[in-house]
């Protein structure tokens, strides 16, 4: 089963930035979210919005799943456009960190070989009637 490279760090970095939204909550009521702070937590969100995307760039070209990296896009755009949006990103990017880790082959029947001598009589299973 083909892979990327890069799916054990990606789903990582989604788990890391959603540690990291949910202590910016404590940031931000705490009175104490700076522009130096927000920054920050905005730069951490942006950068996974263009991992993501690498992922799915891969993703797309060794043909498995999608699901994940797309939902790390949504979820950390979710972040990086308000803070108020923190909690359903944290969701957002649990499921993707979920589904990148458990990424699969989108063609699974390229591994089957069908070996109908005459397509007419092949059931569709392999078996040959008639023939």
């Known amino acids: 089963m083909k892979k990327s490279k890069y ?51 891969q993703s797309h070209n060794l043909s498995i799943s999608l699901v994940g990296p797309i939902l790390g896009v949504i979820g950390n755009a979710l972040y990086g456009f308000t803070a108020v949006l923190a909690l359903p990103a944290v969701i957002i990017n649990i499921i993707s960190a979920f589904f990148i ?22 059931d569709g299973r392999g078996d040959n009637y008639g023939i």
């Not at 130096?36 to 992922?55: R, S």
Request: charge should be neutral; glycine fraction near 4%; proline fraction near 1%.
């Open 7 to 57: 799916d054990l760090w990606i789903g990582a970095i989604n788990l890391i930035n959603c540690c990291l939204f949910i202590c910016s909550w404590f940031a931000i009521f705490g009175a104490d979210f700076t522009a130096k702070i927000a920054f920050f937590f905005y730069l951490f969100a942006w950068i996974g919005v263009i991992l993501n995307e690498i992922a799915i760039v």
């Open 101 to 122: 880790f458990m990424q699969h082959n989108i063609r699974k029947k390229d591994n089957q070989i069908n070996f109908s001598i005459n397509p007419i009589y092949n």
